[in-house]
């Protein structure tokens, strides 16, 4: 895609190494958005084939639009992510917090628990919980998804929080103690705002991470609490149809839009605050 | 990542950020009717809410079948769905997980009922009991219907390409031609998949001694460089009507609605058995609304829903006041109606017990051979 | 906040008590809990005795199962490899000749990286399925090819969709370790009369370890618990340990063993990890 025609820029005697790394990386792409692609072409034609064009039609929009399941399946995934993420991001933060100004007994126990958390393959943490649930006798459903979510979006919170306090000038902070200001209102109103940005893309990978979950999710879900991945598992067991290629069409632009939108605005703040 | 630029001061983000946990927390509250943590009441005194959620299989309501409910009772069914019995099963040991009608197949009745986690049924609230034929109560897993009543029945046979194969003796060899090479798709199920195997080798679906079910992995194993894969029967009939399969494994729904759109297919119901299968609706211990799913299940037992239903599953209706609404075109398909000959060579698949581990392993091993 | 004493004491018992509770409670104790059911006895229906049987970790050594986990570890293993080989050259082209597009180039790497798993896999369940299929029409055209070839259901189809699915786990904390470089160590290096390949190998490779480290796990690790791919693009022929698990649970009912199952596989890639950060380094992950 981009990398074969945008052209890098090239300085001095053109070498053979170079040409293969570009026509690779050129491939490269390739391989990542072709299949994309595919899908998105695919969902506007005429016909129910998904592999021969036939001609022109949004139909298959009308019909994701149709059926009211897909619409509640979406709307839960947004209530559960945006709740998940809310939790995950303050209890994160305060992680971030505690590790990173804070020397204590039993940090380095706190570390290997935040990152064994996220290298724990998910469905030894989808069996774990659901057997816990059962134990516990607690009913499955939208709950305990937010619990299970919350328990796997804190640890990259608490990562990507904490790698930009590392980077901070503490400076300011001392200069807000020393002008009076307690531990809260130093919070407040000098480090939340220049952490604010790591908070920021900490709850987007968190929101994104339990939007898109599926192996977790598979096994405590309960009742009304089909998410969308798990719909789309349902609907892909049904077999290939373009209702899905329209529905990853509209998941996928979305998703573009969020990162490329996301990515302009905090550009251009950054741009007026200079 | 790329958000990790510098920006001196985050008031558009920090009103997003607000905006985020408010708004999190007015759907979560908006979502509350649809917990089950509220009152524990369970079929207590007073009125039930006009609530239900039933737990079925995909695509196994007419689109009708639950508006027309509401409009009558004014009770809302929400639906969730599985895919297995043992995925049910697994989910209900939750213990009072919310559902009010669940709906399983024959053998995951007694299951079910040998782990004592349904609530047995006040057949006063059931009328349309009556509508039931006689082939359809008082089954094996379930002598006496006091747990589970019949929500749909069927047949696991072969859906297979008659114009590329011509028509098939009824038989189970097809599926084990080497001819029929990467054009076979069995499904993946420990009963059924094994079940196959063991009707061919003429014993019984149910089968546990250590001999058969050691024959029936050989056969499975022989067979397993002919096929594609092991799918859900939903994948086998998609892939046999565009040409990616001759022969596909599935379910008679299945087959039949492939059937009615494909001139070229068939359906056949193998010789010297198959599997005859009954889906049954029950209500789990813990329901909160046992008033309203007797309701449900009183209502699905009606003469013009029960067709309502049959003619969009294309399953067969265990109701016999619903027959002459049946469809013609779905009475005519090959193996909707069946010769009394037929019938009496389907077997039904049992719980049995222990050796539903030595199912397990055995489809494990095949799998992975 | 430096100084130790009681708001000091108050303040991080405040800020550290809801990860505390949060993931001690559905994190460690589930852990925990299925560490004691991996010890128990299932009962036919469900439910579990618990005690010490060993029977189910004696049984993760019969050749059937054993057989199993050899394979998974096999396939995450020629994954991360091929993510390695695929992604390597990617993030090096994008750091040092990618120029003023260098933030476009990774962006579209992370794109995928934001989108559905599943839909992803879908992509190629789309792609290789049927004779008259894109894929082999594709290899038709081209001639590699007189006859539709089998390409869906195969385990080289598991393969490739992995790798589609995890290659941006790699890319990306290469790229991470690759734009630290300092080019003057490269430089430094060639004006020493040290040949491009050389320079590579002896400079450019061992800077970036701590990516390849963090990819590595990053790939490995989730493809080893795999069981949606092998699922969809798999046709249930290739069975990894992580379809093992979930049959124990939801079909077999035999929770005992299933959480043998995990509790092994969750010993196994620990150790794996920490195997292989001792082998390469492990203060250099600390730097991704």
Avoid at chain 1, 9 to 21: C, E, S
Avoid at chain 2, 213 to 232: H, S
Avoid at chain 3, 70 to 91: D, E, K, M, S
Wanted: glycine content about 10%.
């Amino acid at each position: 895609m981009g990398g074969a025609k945008g052209g890098p820029v090239y300085r001095g005697v053109q070498k053979v190494p170079d040409r293969v790394l570009l026509v690779f990386a050129g491939l490269v792409y390739l391989f990542l958005y072709a299949p994309i692609m595919v899908l998105i072409i695919f969902s506007f034609n005429s016909t129910k084939n998904t592999q021969v064009w036939t001609g022109f039609s949004t139909q298959w929009y009308g019909a994701l639009i149709r059926d009211g399941s897909v619409l509640n399946a979406f709307k839960l995934s947004l209530t559960v992510g945006l709740t998940a993420t809310a939790i995950a991001t303050v209890i994160g933060t305060f992680t971030a917090l505690a590790l990173s100004r804070y020397e204590f007994r039993g940090k380095t126990f706190a570390d290997s628990a935040i990152y064994a958390a996220t290298v724990m393959p998910e469905i030894v943490v989808g069996v774990s919980l659901l057997v816990f649930f059962v134990a516990a006798t607690i009913p499955l459903g939208i709950v305990t998804i937010v619990i299970a979510h919350v328990a796997f979006c804190i640890s990259f919170v608490t990562i990507v929080v904490r790698a930009r306090l590392s980077g901070m000038d503490r400076s300011v902070e001392e200069a807000a103690q020393d002008l009076g200001a307690n531990p809260v209102q130093t919070f407040l109103r000098v480090t939340l705002p220049l952490i604010l940005p790591g908070v920021m893309a900490g709850a987007l990978l968190a929101f994104t991470l339990s939007f898109d979950d599926f192996v977790i999710t598979f096994f405590v879900a309960g009742v009304g609490s089909s998410t969308l991945p798990l719909k789309i598992y349902s609907m892909i067991k049904f077999g290939v149809s373009p209702v899905i290629n329209a529905l990853s069409t509209v998941v996928m632009v979305s998703t573009m839009i969020l990162i490329l939108g996301g990515g302009r605005i905090l550009a251009r703040r950054q741009g007026n605050a200079s | 990542m790329a958000f990790r630029r510098r920006i001196s001061r985050g008031d558009f983000l920090r009103t997003m950020g607000a905006g985020v946990v408010a708004g999190s927390t007015l759907s979560v509250l908006a979502c509350q009717p649809n917990t089950t943590a509220q009152n524990s009441g369970g079929g207590g005194s007073g009125p039930e809410e006009k609530e239900l959620n039933l737990y079925n299989w995909s695509d196994y309501v007419a689109k009708s079948t639950l508006p027309d409910f509401q409009k009558q009772t004014g009770i809302k069914v929400t639906q969730d769905f599985f895919s297995s019995n043992e995925e049910l099963l697994a989910k209900l040991q939750a213990g009072g997980t919310g559902y009010d009608v669940i709906v399983p197949s024959d053998y995951m009745v007694s299951v079910m009922i040998k782990s004592d986690i349904l609530e047995q049924l006040d057949m006063s609230k059931i009328p349309n009991f009556k509508n039931v034929g006689a082939n359809y109560k008082g089954l094996g897993y379930d002598p006496d219907n006091q747990y589970s009543v019949p929500y749909q029945w069927g047949t696991t046979g072969i859906l297979y390409n008659k114009k590329r194969l011509g028509t098939l003796e009824p038989s189970w060899d097809p599926m084990w031609d080497p001819d029929n090479k990467g054009k076979i798709g069995m499904l993946n199920d420990e009963r059924e998949t094994p079940g196959a195997a063991l009707y061919k080798l003429g014993y019984s679906v149910n089968a546990t001694e250590k001999e058969q079910l050691e024959e029936a992995e050989a056969e499975l194993i022989k067979q397993k460089p002919l096929l594609r894969g092991y799918f859900d029967s939903t994948q086998n009939r998609p892939s046999v009507i565009n040409g990616d399969l001759l022969l596909g494994h599935v379910f008679s729904g299945d087959a039949f609605l492939a059937l009615s759109s494909n001139e070229d297919l068939d359906y056949l119901i193998p010789e010297p058995a198959a599997t005859r299968w009954t889906d049954n609706m029950a209500i789990p211990k813990g329901a909160e609304h046992p008033d309203n799913a007797h309701k449900f299940i009183n209502y699905i037992l009606g003469a013009k829903t029960g067709a309502t239903l049959s003619n969009y599953t294309y399953y067969n209706t265990p109701n016999e006041a619903a027959l002459p609404m049946i469809d013609d075109a779905l009475k005519n398909l090959p193996g909707y109606e069946l010769e009394p000959s037929v019938f009496d060579r389907l077997q039904i698949i049992e719980d049995v017990g222990a050796a539903t581990r030595e199912y397990s392993t055995l489809f494990t091993s095949v799998k992975s051979s | 906040m430096g100084k130790q004493g009681r708001g000091w004491t108050v303040g991080l018992a405040g800020l550290l008590s809801p990860v505390t509770l949060w993931l001690g409670l559905f994190f460690l104790v589930p852990l925990l809990l299925i560490l004691a059911y991996s010890f128990g006895k299932s009962g036919i229906y469900g439910g579990i005795t618990l005690g010490f049987y060993p029977g189910n970790y004696l049984k993760v050594f019969d050749p059937l199962y054993l057989e199993i986990i050899v394979r998974t570890f096999v396939i995450a293993l020629l994954n991360t490899f091929l993510c390695l080989l695929v992604g390597y050259p990617l993030a090096y082209f994008i750091t040092f000749k990618g120029g003023r597009h260098k933030h476009t180039l990774i962006l579209l790497v992370m794109i995928p990286f934001w989108t559905s798993l599943l839909l992803r896999a879908y992509a190629w369940v789309v792609i290789l399925g049927g004779d008259n299929g894109i894929a082999n029409r594709l290899l038709q055209f081209l001639h590699l090819t007189d006859h539709p070839l089998t390409l869906i259901f195969t385990p080289q189809a598991v393969i490739m969709g992995m790798v589609y699915s995890y290659l941006p786990f790699m890319i990306l904390p290469l790229y991470a370790a690759l734009e630290k470089f300092d080019w003057r160590l490269k430089e430094a290096a060639q004006d020493l009369g040290a040949s491009r390949w050389h320079t590579f190998w002896r400079v450019t490779f061992p800077l970036s370890l701590p990516g390849v480290i963090a990819g590595s796990i990053l790939v490995f690790i989730p493809s080893a618990g795999e069981f949606v791919i092998p699922n969809l693009l798999g046709g249930a022929r290739t069975v990894m340990v992580g379809n093992l698990i979930q049959q124990q649970f939801l079909q077999a009912r035999d929770w005992a063993f299933g959480s043998a199952l995990a509790v092994m596989l969750a010993v196994l890639l620990v150790g794996a990890i920490m195997f292989y950060v001792r082998r390469v380094g492990a203060d250099k992950l600390e730097e991704v």
